[in-house]
């Protein structure tokens, strides 16, 4: 039987949903006892919120206001050495990736990173994605244990009220050997418009090629009468501003319609768009990640349909 | 001041391929420097213009053919290169922490004062390296940041790390420490024709995991790929440019969805 350690995520004062997805793949990692650990913050309101599912027992570390990975890594070795977890789980997320690594490779555990699905018959095997989610793959772990990160929103939260033993776990954390400070927060690129707000989003991404034709997706949108928005390697080139950035990293957007255009749809991107009502995608690469969740499609070159559209609106 | 970056070779898959067992056939592949590690090279390089006295060296885990990658990041302003390599090394799926363990090996040879490393590999993105060599080779580190500020005096650096939905967070590291490179951090330069001549004659040197002391047997195995099963029914507009864009159009008018 396994036992699982799932680890918990907020940030200023909240709870990450991923938080309750942590409980759902460990459930499925194991069948023996489900631990999770919750770090950091207003450990007891996080530790209530998370008593839900298959969860047995809940190990509060009350160690500082938000994450620092330094801290994540001594109380999870703490932890790990109290409770011997087959494997341990994790949000793939930012911070995720800030210790995870770190925690396998201090406790000699094999690491998969970005799993979507994971079994157990036989071992350990995950599934993963390859080559920027246009291939997937199945990945045995041979070791015994490992830690995997898991994608955010693969995995539902779990039903129900759990009834765990919440512990208050007591780590020793040397605060001489952190060596990052965090300082604080800040929102990046809050412009004048606010793409999350708008009805209708012709967005751009990398198929524009260059920043001379970005002009074309604007008379698009302004014939449309909608709001411009992009994918990120059109903000990481200083092309548009972060403000009209649909992404992970970016605004989370759920328009009627969202127009994705030159637009490959890595997952970070539709992790910012899977919401919108109807999504039309234009691309010329037929097996484009975007068409997994368009409801329309144009599999032609954008510098041919861009235009008609365009006079279709004129 | 030495600056060490981790530089990979990716494969990127053509709009059509085939799978062979499970890898992609050789011949839908295209190799290039990864795109992560482009910026990472860019902003040691400009770390390196910035202060006098500035070593910038790069290393790789990978087969002879990635030295045309590697000569990329020569091109750019990297001084000289060091490649990790051994035939079975080829064989598997390299898990993150084998890779951190072979670039670890290379830290302690060169003592660098800080490493950049890109956030992720565009291929098989584990997006974990960086940080399992920080914790392999007793380092500190900071994950995906989008900004640098180095205080050579005070021994530490000021980044953002780029949280989700447009949060940065601000934090201070001491150094030694092993940054892993957004892209945006900076805007990566070509290389000039000069600098790909140089890149010829610029030390290129290879070593193997026994050189470094490091004994590889991977934890991962890759047992299947195939391509994902498409949950989607797309409708398509077909015909020519013209043609599904009125199709497109009249769809959209149809739905109320645009009033113009």
Known sequence: ?314 | MKILVTVTEVAEPDDEFEIQGQSIEDRYLTYDLNEWDDYAVEEAVQVSEEYDDVEVVSVTVGPERAEETVRQALAKGVDRAIRVWDDDLGGDLLDPGTTAELLAGVVEEEEPDFVFSGVQSGDMAFGATGVALAEAAGLEWAAVINDFELDPDAGSASVRRELEGGVEELTDVALPAVFTIQTGINEPRYASLRGIRRAQQKPLDVETPTDLGVNVESTLSLSSLEVPETGSDVTYFEGSADETAAELAAFLREQKRVEA
């Open chain 1, 1 to 314: 039987m396994s036992d699982v350690l799932a680890v918990a995520e907020h940030r200023r004062g909240e709870l990450r949903e991923v938080s309750h997805e942590v409980l759902t793949a460990g459930a499925e990692l194991g069948a023996g006892e489900l631990h999770l650990a919750v770090i950091g913050g207003d450990v007891e309101r996080f530790a209530d919120e998370l008593d839900r599912g298959a969860v047995d027992t809940i190990h509060t570390v009350a160690e500082g206001e938000e994450f620092n990975h330094g801290v994540y890594v001594q109380a999870l070795e703490q932890v790990a050495e109290a409770v011997d977890p087959t494997y341990v789980v994790t949000p793939n997320s930012v911070n995720g990736l800030d210790y995870a690594p770190a925690v396998a490779e201090s406790l000699d555990m094999s690491l998969v990173t970005d799993a979507v699905g994971v079994d157990t018959g036989g071992g350990l095997t995950v599934t993963r994605e390859f080559y920027g989610g246009k291939t997937e793959g199945e990945v045995d772990v041979f070791d015994d244990r490992a830690v995997v990160t898991i994608r955010e929103g693969e995995w539902d939260a779990p039903a129900g009220a759990a009834g765990a033993s919440i512990q208050a776990f007591d780590a020793d954390i040397d605060e001489t050997a952190l060596g990052t400070t965090v300082n604080g927060f800040e929102e990046a690129g809050s412009g004048d418009v606010d793409i999350t707000e708008a009805d209708v989003l012709v967005s751009v991404g990398r198929g524009i090629d260059e920043e001379d034709n970005i002009p074309l997706i604007e008379e698009l949108a302004d014939a449309m009468g909608a709001t411009l928005s992009s994918s990120r390697p059109i903000v990481d080139n200083g092309w548009l501003p972060q403000d009209r950035q649909v992404g992970q990293s970016g605004k989370k957007v759920t328009p009627d319609v969202y127009i994705a255009i030159g637009i490959s749809g890595a997952v970070q991107h539709v992790a910012g768009m899977k919401g919108a009502d109807t999504i039309i995608a234009i691309n010329t690469d037929p097996g484009a990640p975007i068409f997994d969740i368009a409801d329309y499609g144009i599999v032609d070159d954008l510098f041919d349909v861009v235009p008609a559209l365009t006079e279709q609106f004129a």
